[in-house]
């Protein structure tokens, strides 16, 4: 079972940045790849960015985040993160992040989820 815990989130105007942590509770945390979703209102649940098991050296972003956004992890501390740079209204969502035990883009890949933290852009 894993535990994960999204904090970060926040108000903040166009162009601004803002970093999301996703802390997990299990020591076995490394061997998890990780990924970052988001939830508009009245929208379905999509793809932002994933990260490969252990190394973090293979990456993944969504089309509409990439050059902006970052993923990254520190398996010492158990914690995953998004850079978020450029913000846009239209990154306006819940964030959520889950544990996987693949590498994946699809929602459907991932077993375990946080409570998600809710970050807006105003224009």
């Known amino acids: 079972q894993v535990q994960l815990v999204e904090s970060g989130g926040g108000l903040v105007k166009a162009g601004d940045s803002l970093r999301l942590s996703c802390a997990a509770s299990?020591?076995?945390?490394?061997?998890?790849?990780m990924g970052w979703f988001r939830q508009a209102p009245g929208k379905e649940r999509e793809f932002v960015a994933a990260?490969?098991?252990?190394?973090?050296?293979?990456?993944a972003y969504a089309d509409s985040v990439k050059g902006r956004f970052t993923i990254s992890r520190d398996n010492a501390k158990n914690t995953v993160y998004l850079q978020m740079h450029s913000l846009k209204p239209e990154d306006t969502a819940v964030y959520y992040c889950?544990?996987?035990?693949?590498?994946?883009?699809?929602?459907?890949?991932?077993?375990?989820w946080g409570q998600g933290t809710q970050v807006t852009v105003s224009s």
């Open positions: 889950g544990a996987a035990t693949l590498f994946s883009r699809s929602v459907l890949d991932y077993s375990y």
């Open positions: 299990a020591s076995t945390f490394g061997s998890y790849a």
């Open positions: 990260i490969i098991s252990w190394s973090g050296s293979i990456t």
